[in-house]
């Protein structure tokens, strides 16, 4: 007899298959769905617009809504900010519009609105006698190389974007990004030569600087006596490390072009210890012993869960019981609103590069227990946008 299951249409994609038997949404849905229902009707938000106990937050929604909205414009206005060197112009305190439009080109009209966006979105600020000087937000991204290379990076990742159902679908994969992280997607990083390692290496290590404070102030690497880093880069983190921790002996592990980047960046700023820097893949080759901690940081959320296993059976197999492994990369949640931008924002970005997952901490955790560790423990840093720990024992 002929199914009369209704079946629904799934935009590009043609008819959904259908399950059997259809689930029935459980009690945490069905509320769900009544505070959707209620919160699409207008006259329930005009009330709660009104209502002096609902009205600032329904005020917040509000401005998170417009937030959502127009987010792609406030990005340009940065961009653009960023780009026609209006924020360095500041970088050293008040300056008259006159000065503005000869330092970055602009006449006088088009950058009255540029510096009415840039005050909008807190980049700068215009005093009553006519000065413009840093907003607070001008003022951090001024201070941080790794937040500038990430915004003039961003050109990149919007090109990809222009199809964003495209890039959701699976239909467009050949994105610029892919390009960029050459060793992303199984198999290919044999592949990666030195001018594609310099393309990824060079950003991975001016963004790591907010970073690793955040990593060293969540977890005390001063327990132990020897730290290898798999993944390394071109060993900013260690170098962030040796200078809190200056009798901690280091190793760094990375792809052979990676290696030798690592090995010419501590020769030219020699730390206490200089750390040994082995080349290889840490897929297939043998990774060194005898480091009582190892670390993964921002690495496994590029790879597919197949190639993290095989990634984390490897990094066992290097260890012994007492010693620890630290891994460390922003994580998906739903807690906190700096845990839902990184879940949404790393998510797409991975998908961009056509290869990984942001992952929960707890994900992460069974992923590294299916690989043969015993057990885990998640340590928050201070701001999940940036990393979040799971800290691993064999
Ligand atoms: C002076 C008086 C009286 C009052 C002033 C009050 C005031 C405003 C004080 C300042 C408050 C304060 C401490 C603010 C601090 C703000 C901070 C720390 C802001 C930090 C922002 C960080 C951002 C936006 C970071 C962005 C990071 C990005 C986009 C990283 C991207 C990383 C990628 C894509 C990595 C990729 C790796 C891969 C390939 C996926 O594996
Ligand atoms: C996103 S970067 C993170 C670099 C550094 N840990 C950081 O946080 O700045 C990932 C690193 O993993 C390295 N990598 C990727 N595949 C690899 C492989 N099969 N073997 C060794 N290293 C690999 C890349 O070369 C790159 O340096």
């Not at 209502?51 to 937050?57: E, F, N, Q, R, T």
């Not at 001063?222 to 490390?241: P, Q």
């Not at 040796?242 to 792809?255: C, H, Q, V």
């Not at 260890?319 to 924002?345: C, F, H, K, W």
Request: proline share 6%; net charge neutral; hydrophobic share 40%.
């Amino acid at each position: 007899m002929a199914s009369t299951v209704p079946v629904a249409r799934h935009g590009r994609h043609g008819l959904a298959p259908q399950p059997e038997h259809q689930p029935r949404p459980d009690w945490r849905s069905r509320l769900q769905a009544w505070r959707a229902r209620l919160v699409a009707r207008p006259g329930f938000r005009r009330l709660a617009q009104r209502l002096p106990l609902s009205s600032s937050y329904a005020r917040a929604r509000e401005n998170d809504l417009f937030a959502l909205v127009s987010g792609f414009v406030q990005s340009q206005i940065l961009f653009t900010s960023l780009k026609t060197g209006l924020i360095d112009a500041l970088a050293d305190g008040p300056v008259t519009m006159a000065e503005l439009a000869s330092r970055t080109g602009f006449p006088q009209d088009r950058l009255d609105r540029l510096v009415q966006a840039a005050q909008s979105v807190g980049l700068v600020a215009t005093g009553q006698d006519g000065f413009v000087t840093l907003g607070d937000h001008g003022a951090i991204i001024c201070s941080d190389e790794g937040l500038r290379a990430m915004i003039n990076h961003h050109a990149l990742l919007y090109r990809d974007l222009n199809d964003p159902v495209a890039l959701f679908d699976g239909s467009y994969t050949d994105t610029e990004m892919r390009r960029l992280w050459s060793y992303a997607g199984s198999g290919r990083e044999s592949a990666v030569e030195p001018e594609d390692a310099a393309a990824y290496s060079a950003l991975m290590a001016a963004s790591q600087s907010m970073l690793s404070d955040e990593i060293l102030d969540a977890y005390d690497f001063g327990r132990h006596t020897s730290l290898i880093d798999i993944g390394g880069g071109e060993g900013a983190f260690l170098t962030a490390v040796a200078k809190r921790y200056s009798g901690l002996r280091m190793s760094l592990f990375d792809l052979p072009p990676v290696a030798k980047r690592a090995r010419d960046r501590f020769a030219a700023h020699p730390l206490g210890q200089c750390p040994r820097c082995y080349g290889g893949s840490f897929l297939d080759d043998t990774l060194p012993r005898g480091h009582d901690c190892v670390s993964l940081v921002r690495v496994l959320f590029d790879h597919e869960d197949a190639v993290v296993l095989r990634l984390l059976r490897n990094v066992r197999a290097a260890m012994e019981p007492g010693q620890t492994l630290v891994i460390a990369e922003p994580m998906a949640g739903n807690d906190s609103r700096g845990q839902r931008y990184a879940t949404a924002y790393f998510g797409v970005y991975v998908m961009a590069m056509g290869s990984g997952r942001c992952r929960t901490p707890d994900e992460i955790g069974a992923l590294a227990k299916q690989a043969g560790f015993s057990r885990f423990d998640i340590r928050p840093c201070r701001s999940p946008l940036m990393a979040t720990i799971v800290v691993v024992f064999p």
